[in-house]
Every structure is written in structure tokens, then in C-alpha cells.
């Protein structure tokens, strides 16, 4: 495997996780019963119909994965 293979690969995984972190807030709101996961897993933030959501441990899985990444 050529090392543009991989950059593409890498490219691709970080466009999906791009669209699912994005996809995330949407699917909170017409999903309310979500909001009950734990903290690590999905973050919720609401206050003056302003929503946030995030994945802290998707965060970390990323930045692991990018620390292992430039490593190699």
C-alpha cells in the first residue's frame, strides 16, 4: 500500500467522522431520549435554542489515531 493510499484513506475515515459529528446535533433533537448516554460518549449542551453536541470520546479516538498517524 503507497502512501497516497493511505493519506486518501485517512482523508475519507476524517470526511466521514466530519459528517457523523455534524449529523450529530440533528439527530439529538429529533432523538431527545439520546441525550441520557453517558458523558464520555455524547455531550449535550442546550441553552437559548442554541444546541451542542460532541463526542468526547470520538474526540480522543481521533486524536489518538492521528498521534499514531504521524508516529509511524
Known sequence: MSA?????????????????????????KAIP?????????????????FTFVTSPLLIMIFILLAIFWWLR
Open 4 to 28: 497516497l493510499d493511505l493519506l486518501s484513506q485517512l482523508g475519507l475515515f476524517l470526511v466521514i467522522l466530519g459528517l457523523i459529528l455534524l449529523l450529530i446535533p440533528l439527530i439529538v
Open 33 to 49: 431520549k439520546l441525550e441520557n448516554l453517558p458523558p464520555i460518549l455524547l455531550y449535550v449542551y442546550r441553552g437559548d435554542g
